[in-house]
DNA sequence: TTTTGTGCAAAAGGTTTGCATACGA
DNA sequence: TCGTATGCAAACCTTTTGCACAAAA
């Protein structure tokens, strides 16, 4: 879009990716609406505002983001994926009733359990999934 | 399938599941594969013993046995989905290399982390899915 | 100029559904 | 018997792909 973000040119340049627009747009949706969109919400809002945008190039951006680590998928059970902007490290929560998907805060692992119940395996990353009622959706 | 399996019997009888051969067969199946199956997998599996068994009633029969609490679904990132018996609580590891999903034990959160991000949502369970190499991919 | 991305439409999974029939309780 | 599950095939939804053209570096 119109604002330059600058922090998207330079997250772009950073992992080696070139600036197009249609990339340049995906990523700042992500940024601006941190909603965990389906790859269709963002295809509807994209192609919206400007109809050249195709619903492949919106699959092919998301790819490439989410292999530079720009942008992660976050498996939904059953329903279609959903993705969000990972420029820093975060856990989440999903609404049983409304199905929102919202960022918490990042925490770590007691580090007692965790690495009795790891044993030899060689762990990268991990992510924690809360479940239950949103605000909204608790009262 | 042959072995009466009375620890199926029972749970289909304390959650109101009628017993069909099939739906049977699922349960049964992912109790002996701790392995998460595709829904795929377990049709072919099930198809290849018994030709009656057909996708449609795999799916259903997950299905039901999700709703009952019986099994869960392991949402995998732009994959297929995983299933899970769950009579027990317990979180998952995920090879980046073959892909396979482990079980393991359940631990928990720390409380003092976890209620800070939390805030004043309700949240009814929780799940940590950690990823790196498993043993057998790990060395 | 070289390489990579885009748009389109078609294809490919994976999952659900409608309907007649079969089966469990 | 009554109500629910099954099997089949078709429908559906999401995502990927092949190809010719366009744009980025």
Redesign the interface.
Known sequence: MQPTRPEIEEAFRRVGLRRTPQRFDVMDFLLRHPVHATADQIYEELNRRDPRVSRATVYNSLRSLMEAGLVR?V????KA?RFDAYLRRH?H?VC?RCGKVED??F????AR??D????????????????????AC?R
Chains 1, 2 share one sequence.
């Open positions: 998928e498996a939904m059970e059953g994926a856990h929560f049983d918490v805060d925490f770590d692992l007691p359990e965790r009795q119940v790891i044993g030899t395996r060689r762990v990268r990353e991990f992510q924690v999934t809360l479940y239950g009622l949103c605000e608790g």
